[in-house]
């Protein structure tokens, strides 16, 4: 009787956690931006640098599909449909619900090979090859075809959602040196995909880039860092001073008030974000004085970060308890 009884908790918890998984795509629509060669921020950040970096945007609808070997794709536009695809970028993905991963086939390499890019279904001490891509992709470039072996260090579950945290164990890659500054690290996340974006590896000394912000059905739901942003277009970066707003109170259990010191009218979107970089809120405001209701976010600590219509922004920790 009682192993019966634990065989039915084990059941219920079971059916709870598949209940509960978040897929990693949207109802209908999701995209990814994903950012190239940021190699500027690796030794000092410097906004100025980044028109070394190039934002590649990856857009899907569960209404354009492919079936390769009897299997059902989604895909991105191709350079027919849309003139802002280059050659060689369309992308196939299907997910694994079950098991939650993520598979992708790529127009560089003729859709001939399917690629694992993210598995959520790895445990601490896992191992994970991120696979290299055809040597049609960037040979000009050299030593191509090496593979990075990663483990599995730790896994968390903020907000609820599965995140796992991976180390690169045969390379040392400086690719994410200013990790630290962007909240950028190898990982696989539940909802969102691998932080690499959705590309496989493709030289072994840099990644094919990494996410910078992913929507679903036309919301933003993720974001990387507020000073990366969804694009990066060579601009630098203004922000206002500790004396220009005043984010009260803070801890808060219901709401926070933006008040500007300014005079004339202020406009532009407020995001809240919890510390991984998934998008809790997101509103417009249009006043020097706003509050924005925070009481149905789990108690924890938020990022909130406000953009103007000028892109002048500003950003503070606040704490829900």
Known sequence: MKQNSIFLVLLLVMGYANAQYESFFGRQTWSYDVVESIICYTYGYNPNLLGCSATWTYSFDKSRTVTVNDTVYYRTPSPSEDWDIWPGRTVYLREDSVNGRLFGRYEVDDYEKEYLICDLSLSVGDTFTLQSNSNKLYWFLGDLGSEKLMRVDSITYPSGKKIIYLTVLNDHDSFFG????????????????????????????????????????????????????????????????????????????????????????????????????????????????????????????????????????????????
């Not at 059905?217 to 005043?246: K, P, R, W």
């Not at 406000?306 to 308890?321: G, L, R, S, W």
Request: proline share 3%; net charge negative; with cysteine.
């Open 178 to 321: 200013a990790a630290h500054r962007f909240n950028v690290s190898y990982r696989f996340m539940e909802g969102v995909g691998p932080m690499l974006g959705i590309f496989p590896h493709e030289r072994n000394d840099v990644s094919s880039g990494f996410l910078l912000c992913m929507h679903k059905d036309e919301e933003l739901f993720y974001m990387t860092h507020e000073d990366l942003g969804c694009y990066q277009h060579g601009s630098g970066i203004s922000n206002y001073s500790s004396a220009d707003v005043h984010i009260y109170p803070n801890p808060t259990s219901q709401d926070v008030t933006i008040e500007f010191a300014t005079e004339n009218e202020v406009s532009g979107t407020v995001i809240i974000r919890d510390i991984v970089g998934r998008v809790c809120k997101q509103a417009f405001v249009s006043s020097n004085h706003s509050k924005i209701s925070v009481a149905d976010l789990p108690s924890g600590i938020y990022i909130l970060t406000f953009a103007d219509e000028n892109m002048k922004k500003f950003t503070q920790k606040i704490v829900k308890y």
